[in-house]
């Protein structure tokens, strides 16, 4: 699933090329994804300006002049400027200047119009890259959860998902299974750190492209060569040597090192 740093480099791959555009007409091939009735969102979006673009977590909010189209990408929706349809195209967004394509094979991800951000979104927790860490360790104090579960709960930190949660874990040498609560203040502020870091990593790399992931313009990101736990398993851990670990955690493949991590 497109995580932060994948939805953000979306976003900044589309804003130079739709902001300013007008939406001629949009049609929606694929009623799952959408929510809403195709006839009326179609009416409603016809002849609207995007005035911005922006990244809330893993959502992606297109202001128009009046209201926003809101995309998740699921697991794997693209956002495609300019391409050719396939049998996965969901929905086509005719501008006076080119083709947004919505593609999504596995139908997980969602479309939605309206006049305000939808509640779901409105609701997220702050964002990891301007959260205070004062914010964020108030918030961990709260939680009983494991610490991995934690930094996946998208009401305490909004865009951090599988691959971040582990990379960050691994950087800051805290196991995945320790409960956020228990966690010292030298551990809370290692955790926010490498957070942030990992994150603004990614995002410097364009992403990761484990699976079928790639910005608008069809382009692959880079961050997956970086990984030093995710999808490891079985391999030495690029500090100690010692065979990353996998565990199912929260419903999440979890991967960590068990020396470096305590």
Known sequence: MPELPEVETVVRTLRPVI???RILNAEFLGLRVLRGLPHETSQA???QRVRSIARHGKFIAIKLDRGYLVVHLGMTGKLLIDAAPTKWTHAIFTLDRGVLLYDDP????RIEYGVDLPERVRALGPEPLEVTLEEFAQRLKQRRSPIKAVLLNQSVVRGVGNIYA?????????HPKRIAASL???RVERVYQAMREVLAEAIESRGSSVSNYVDAEGRKGSFQLSHRVYQRTGEPCVNCCASIRRIVLVQRGTHFCPKCQR
């Open 19 to 21: 902001t300013g555009r």
């Open 166 to 174: 582990d990379e960050a874990l691994f950087r800051a040498g805290v």
């Open 45 to 47: 979006l016809a002849g």
């Open 106 to 109: 596995r139908q997980f991800g």
């Open 184 to 186: 010292r203040k030298d």
